[in-house]
């Protein structure tokens, strides 16, 4: 993985003594708060609805074992012993000092990381497939080109102040595990005749208030050329994109009100003044990066079954099944270890369970960790024959529940117990679902089942692309939750449609339960519950949930232990 | 407290400044707006409206709104002593695309000069996209300002300022024990 030189150093070095002096000024007056909060923001900093939310960068979600123990120490000192990983494969602590955070940035630098754009009306940290550089799909390692444009965002002078925040996602294989048709700009790479390789540029997706999937501007742009042409897209964005209403300040927005086309024209001209300059990338620079992420050391192994040794063990089948992902290496695997076990808000480990993870990436896989955009910590490279005994440790550590792309493996926002936005709580409906459904065969026979949920229009939760989306909305001062289906990330990504009017909390378990009746029934063999309510259309999900009165009395599941 | 109206930081000091900002009243015409004597900084309205007569004067200066195109000044680049750029609100970030343009695609080579909402947290950033003058917001200390601009001693990206990337100023290598040291967990 990169690492940092003398010149990331001491980049990170001043931050801090920038941010700690803003702190300094703000706390002597001589900051009012609205002066103070661009500045904060640019550092992850929020005010919540409790306290202080630190969001920390996991560039491109790829951590060091030092990297997680550095989180479990701040969990501990300075927050309540625990943190929370984000949709945007980041790291956020919900209990934090205001004037503790420089020194949390100083502990982090020792571990060469910082909070820099981690919000803000700027460019956010670049986020990029958890299974980079192992994936067998893969056409490039997308990480060195995230690397740098980690680095080439990173205070950017003009990009500092845009009408509003800014995502970028790189995939780097086939498959899109990276959701980049929702970012404002999606970048997956591709090779030509020539065998060069280069990016396809998407721009213009997002969900929020306003969910739009992003348009191809350019099919193939020789890697070189990555930041020159990144530069043209934010310059057109940056004077051109709406500030007179934030909701309608995103990159999408514009391309919609002027036309893919246009768009396109614009960036392409601004382009032309740009294209070949000095910040093209050598060849020098590229390889110089690209050298930080090769391949480990791996043993020459036999592919093996994990399971031959175990066979009546169902509980490690399952896991297997679930957890474990392929590896391009004979003899290895790639194990996500599962921060969605019921009960516990999704995202959320304890500084012992960062410790426990970081031990597990030393002995197992390298000593290196991804966060995943689903919430979950991968362990990129395992070999096959220590897969038993790792499912051992990890499951007495409550980190091996088998539900990876199930049901209950659900991307969540920290909605209205944290977040000062949300109209809505989200994990107690999503601790009510997980209860209700607490049954492992009955997940593993409903099967892949993206089920994402936002505690606001914001979408932090993803929920326009989920299988099931949940969107908690205010109605009169009160709670509900508004349902969709069909959506989906990846190459086939889709918005879902609104099934109908919201419910309340205490209705969803049974409407999710109604749902999954209409697709066991009408369900094809192998055909997974977004295909089934892609082919239906939401007719046959809408009649029956809303077929019989759902009650609506009682105490939602998990509404006491988070509230 | 010092009157700060009359002082700016051009490059790194503060210095006196004698230009007036002509900012007009709402739905006063920029054709018939009376543009005072001395060193005046025009909107672009009355630049466009009143530039027979303007451009006779030994002094004259103007400014660009943020949703403005500094485009609409090429070519009359030269007769300008100052070009200044409004920021409205220091959040709106268009005022650092408009000096970038402004040098880099027009070759503006003039003072360039940050008006409105200028804060010290600001900049940084625009020294770097080629302003070299600041009219900071005078209920702030102007003096205590000057340290906005000498916050970071290097920068990953090029802009107007230094128009090379940190990878072509400086030869960064990445060595072998550097990497390897990662997968021990230290």
Redesign the interface.
């Known amino acids: 993985?990169y690492?940092y030189?003398q010149?990331d150093h001491?980049?990170v070095r001043?931050?801090i003594a920038?941010y700690r002096d803003?702190v300094q000024r703000r706390i002597a007056g001589?900051l009012t708060e609205e002066?103070f909060l661009?500045?904060r923001l640019q550092n992850g900093l929020y005010m919540q609805r409790h306290a202080y939310m630190l969001r920390i960068a996991v560039p491109y979600g790829l951590l060091?074992?030092?990297q997680m123990r550095m989180f479990a120490h701040i969990a501990r000192k300075y927050d309540r012993g625990y943190g929370h990983f984000t949709t945007r494969q980041n790291i956020q602590f919900n209990w934090v000092e205001l004037e503790q955070t420089p020194d949390i940035l100083a502990d982090l630098a020792s571990v060469e990381m910082h909070a820099i754009q981690t919000s803000g009306?700027c460019i956010r940290n670049v986020t990029a497939d958890e299974f980079a550089g192992v994936a067998a799909d893969e056409i490039v390692d997308p990480r060195p080109y995230a690397e740098v444009l980690r680095?080439?965002?990173?205070?950017?002078?003009?990009?500092?102040?845009?009408?509003r925040k800014f995502k970028v996602a790189i995939n780097g294989a086939l498959e899109d595990r990276a959701a980049i048709a929702v970012h404002d700009i999606g970048l997956t790479a591709v090779k030509n005749e020539a065998g060069e390789i280069g990016f396809k540029v998407m721009v213009g997706g997002g969900m929020g208030r306003t969910p739009i999937l992003g348009s191809v501007i350019r099919e193939f742009l020789p890697r070189e050329h990555l930041?020159t042409y990144t530069e043209a897209i934010m310059?057109v964005y940056?004077?051109y994109g709406r500030?007179d209403n934030k909701y309608k300040a995103r990159i999408k927005i514009l391309l919609k009100a002027i036309g893919v086309e246009e768009f396109a024209r614009q960036v392409e001209e601004e382009w032309a003044?740009l294209k070949g300059?000095?910040?093209t990338?050598?060849l020098?620079?590229m390889e110089?990066?690209i050298?930080?992420f090769?391949p480990?050391a791996y043993a020459t192994l036999p592919a093996i079954d994990p399971l031959a040794d175990h066979a009546d063990n169902k509980a490690f089948a399952n896991w297997l099944k679930r957890n474990v992902k392929p590896h391009k290496v004979p003899g290895y695997a790639a194990v996500v270890l599962s921060l969605k076990k019921t009960g516990v808000p999704p995202g959320d480990a304890t500084a012992e369970q960062m410790d426990f993870m970081?031990d597990l990436?030393?002995r197992y896989s390298?000593?290196?960790l991804r966060v995943t955009h689903e919430q979950n910590i991968v362990l990129a490279d395992v070999e096959q024959r220590q897969l038993f005994q790792l499912w051992q440790e990890a499951k007495a550590h409550g980190l091996a529940t088998p539900n990876i792309g199930l049901l209950t493996d659900m991307i969540c926002c920290p909605g209205g117990d944290f977040c000062s936005l949300a109209n809505a709580k989200s994990i107690p409906i999503a601790a009510a679902i997980a209860e209700r459904f607490d049954h492992i065969d009955f997940l593993h026979d409903i099967g892949d089942l993206e089920l994402n949920m936002s505690g606001c229009i914001n979408a932090c939760g993803h929920h326009h692309v989920g299988h099931i989306g949940i969107l908690g909305v205010d109605k009169d001062g009160s709670e509900w939750y508004q349902v969709s289906i069909g959506g989906a990330q990846g190459n086939q990504s889709a918005i879902g449609k609104i099934i109908g009017p919201s419910f309340s909390a205490q209705q969803m378990p049974e409407v999710i339960d109604r749902l999954l009746q209409v697709y066991l029934r009408e369900r094809t063999p192998e055909e997974r519950f977004v295909d089934t309510a892609q082919r239906l259309g939401i007719a046959p999900f809408k009649e029956f949930v809303y077929a019989t009165p759902i009650e609506t009395a009682g105490r939602l599941v998990g509404e006491d232990e988070y509230a | 407290m010092p009157d700060q109206t009359n002082r700016i930081i051009k490059g790194r000091e503060i210095v006196a400044d004698d230009w007036t900002v002509l900012r007009p009243a709402e739905g006063e015409d920029a054709a018939t707006i009376a543009v005072p004597d001395g060193k005046v900084i025009v909107p672009l309205a009355t630049w466009q409206a009143q530039k027979d007569t303007l451009s006779t004067r030994p002094a004259i200066g103007v400014w660009l709104a943020s949703s403005e195109?500094p485009e609409e000044l090429k070519g009359e680049l030269d007769k300008f002593a100052v070009v200044a750029v409004d920021f409205p609100k220091?959040?709106?970030?268009?005022g650092?695309?408009?000096a970038?343009?402004l040098r880099?695609?027009l070759a503006y080579t003039g003072e360039l000069r940050a008006i409105g909402d200028v804060?010290r947290?600001?900049l940084?950033?625009?020294k770097?996209?080629g302003f070299d003058a600041y009219a900071t917001r005078p209920d702030r200390s102007i003096e205590?300002a000057l340290k906005g601009l000498t916050?970071?001693?290097?920068?990953?990206?090029?802009?107007v300022d230094d128009?090379?990337?940190?990878?072509?100023r400086?030869a960064?290598?990445?060595t072998a024990a550097?990497?390897k040291?990662?997968?021990?967990?230290?």
Request: glycine share 4%; hydrophobic share 35%; aromatic share 12%.
């Open positions: 993985m690492q030189d010149y001491l980049i001043e931050r920038q803003q001589e002066e661009p500045l060091a074992s030092k009306n680095q080439w965002s990173t205070f950017h002078p003009e990009f500092i102040a845009l009408p930041l310059r940056n004077q500030r003044d300059n000095a910040e990338l050598t020098e620079e110089r990066i050298a930080y090769q480990h970081a990436a030393d390298f000593g290196e | 195109r220091f959040t709106d970030g268009r650092y695309s408009i970038y343009n880099m695609r804060l947290d600001q940084f950033q625009m770097r996209c205590d916050v970071f001693s290097e920068t990953y990206q090029a802009s128009q090379r990337p940190l990878f072509r400086h960064r290598v990445a550097e990497h040291d990662v997968g021990a967990g230290i």
